[in-house]
């Protein structure tokens, strides 16, 4: 019970109670394939300092050790994707901030073991920026980023989706979170009436689904120089 509250004060005003291990495991069980899934992508919209992240990151580093750990550049390219793949936003920084930690040395700790201690640092530059970007202190309801005082900024939350394209480079887009949810919101109803998607909306290959347009989208860059160029 300690580990799952805080504060009695976080408890009221930030509904802040961990989920506990047993839990979290029994929750995923329900989505074991999904979680095995290397690129299968996943948000927790109240991730605290990442429950749900932190065991689905172990789940897909499993598969990615079995079937990679034996080449380090093929390793490399998939752990990319397995952690690209995770987004999490949190009301509160020192939560957002515990978890991009929490996935990171969960990250080192796997990669150090598989590449035996020759990790390569811009590899790990790469996936802390990552985290960074794909971690971030938000308001899941409003949809935008807030302040040190969790109020609401005029900034909605956007985030970068990783998509591995040739060999080591990754294509990135850009999404608003408002948008993405709303267009999946309408597709549902839309798909119940007309069958057809607003026009406006792109069919993704890898979501087998419509989705809005992304505001930006960037040059292929290597798994080594995403850290550098950020
Ligand atoms: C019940 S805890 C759950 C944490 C984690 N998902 C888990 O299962 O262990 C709720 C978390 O939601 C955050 N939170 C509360 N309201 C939020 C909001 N509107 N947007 C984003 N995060 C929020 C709190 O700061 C807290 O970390």
Excluded at 152 to 180: C, H, N, Q, Y
Aim: hydrophobic residues 40%.
């Amino acid at each position: 019970m300690d580990k799952q509250i805080k504060s009695r004060e976080r408890v009221v005003d930030h509904g802040e109670v961990f989920t506990n291990e047993r839990e979290v495991n029994a929750m995923l069980d329900m989505v074991e394939g999904e979680c095995e899934r290397i690129d299968s992508r996943f948000l927790e919209p109240a991730c605290g300092d990442g429950n749900f992240l932190a065991e689905v990151l172990r789940r897909k580093l499993e598969v990615v050790k079995r079937r990679y750990g034996s080449s380090s550049i093929d390793y490399e390219r998939h752990a990319f994707v397995a952690v690209s793949s995770l987004y999490g936003v949190d009301l509160l920084s020192d939560n957002a901030a515990a978890c991009r930690k929490r996935l990171f040395e969960q990250f080192i700790g796997e990669y150090a073991k598989v590449a035996k201690g020759r990790v390569n640092a811009a590899f790990l530059d790469t996936i802390r920026t990552v985290i960074d970007m794909n971690i971030l202190c938000g308001n899941a309801l409003s949809m935008r980023l807030v302040d040190e005082s969790q109020e609401d900024t005029d900034e909605p939350i956007i985030f970068s989706e990783w998509s591995l394209a040739m060999g080591d480079r990754v294509k990135r887009r850009d999404f608003r979170l408002d948008e993405l949810l709303e267009g999946q919101r309408q597709q549902m109803s839309l798909f119940g009436s007309s069958g057809s998607p607003a026009s406006e909306w792109e069919y993704d290959e890898s979501v087998k689904a419509y989705i809005p347009l992304p505001i930006r989208e960037y040059p292929l860059t290597s798994i080594y120089q995403i850290g550098a160029a950020a």
